[in-house]
């Protein structure tokens, strides 16, 4: 084996013991903070995911997102992502029983009171049932508009690319309807604007 070859085997050999340690040490939050270990734990999570049901269009990183047309909490409906074209589109995934979902709550409110006119619009889907989401949100109240879905193997989440249905979800859709960013997991206070603007 020539001595390059080596080098790189061995560089390689103690990156991955190093990201092995890091992930026993402190867990999966530091690596699940950045873009390349959000796309190493989707890719994983896709690997073993089911296959999407017949005729669901699933969005891609890159592609336009499929329209979603779900119910608001005050029955209008809310329609993904026409109804918001022009702006860049933070779509929140998550539901009351979701104790990282509703850790991540105060940070979401904050960042969507931060947006001007044109800044991103900030949309949280509840899969949940109605009642449990209105008892939430008059605990823990938020400006930006909630859908509601069922949770399943159609729902929203999995149409937005989060085949196996890890809450929080969060996904980042361009002015024109492209998905550009997805995450698992929540938000820590001052990451949104890191992970939207990067």
Same mark, same amino acid.
């Given at each position: 084996?020539?001595?390059?070859?080596?080098?790189?085997?061995?560089?390689?050999?103690? =990156?991955?013991?190093?990201?092995?340690?890091?992930?026993?040490?402190?867990?999966?939050? *530091?690596?699940?903070?950045?873009?390349?270990?959000?796309?190493?734990?989707?890719?994983?999570?896709?690997?073993?995911?089911?296959?999407?049901?017949?005729?669901?269009?699933?969005?891609?990183? =890159?592609?336009?997102? *499929?329209?979603?047309?779900?119910?608001?909490? !005050?029955?209008?409906?809310?329609?993904?992502?026409?109804?918001?074209? =022009?702006?860049?589109?933070?779509?929140?995934?998550?539901?009351?029983?979701?104790? *990282?979902?509703?850790?991540?709550?105060?940070?979401?409110?904050?960042?969507?009171?931060?947006?001007?006119?044109? =800044?991103?619009?900030?949309?949280?889907?509840?899969? !949940? !049932?109605?009642?449990?989401?209105?008892?939430?949100?008059?605990?823990?109240?938020?400006?930006?508009?909630?859908?509601?879905?069922?949770?399943?193997?159609?729902?929203?989440?999995?149409?937005?690319?989060?085949?196996?249905?890890?809450?929080?979800?969060?996904?980042?859709?361009?002015? !024109?309807?492209?998905?550009?960013?997805?995450?698992?997991?929540?938000?820590?206070?001052?990451?949104?604007?890191?992970?939207?603007?990067?």
């Amino acid at each position: 084996m020539r001595t390059g070859t080596r080098i790189v085997l061995v560089a390689l050999a103690a =990156g991955v013991l190093g990201a092995a340690f890091g992930f026993a040490v402190t867990g999966p939050g *530091p690596l699940l903070r950045t873009e390349w270990g959000q796309r190493a734990v989707q890719a994983a999570y896709s690997a073993v995911s089911p296959p999407a049901p017949e005729g669901l269009a699933i969005a891609r990183r =890159g592609e336009r997102v *499929p329209p979603i047309s779900l119910p608001g909490l !005050d029955a209008a409906r809310i329609d993904l992502p026409a109804q918001f074209a =022009g702006r860049p589109l933070l779509v929140n995934v998550w539901a009351s029983w979701c104790g *990282p979902c509703i850790g991540e709550m105060p940070e979401l409110e904050r960042y969507a009171r931060e947006q001007d006119a044109n =800044g991103t619009q900030v949309v949280g889907i509840a899969l !949940d !049932d109605a009642d449990a989401v209105r008892a939430f949100l008059q605990r823990v109240p938020v400006s930006y508009p909630i859908a509601l879905d069922t949770p399943g193997p159609r729902d929203a989440g999995v149409q937005l690319g989060n085949r196996r249905g890890v809450l929080p979800y969060s996904v980042l859709v361009s002015a !024109d309807g492209r998905l550009l960013k997805q995450r698992l997991g929540p938000f820590e206070p001052g990451e949104i604007e890191r992970w939207a603007h990067q």
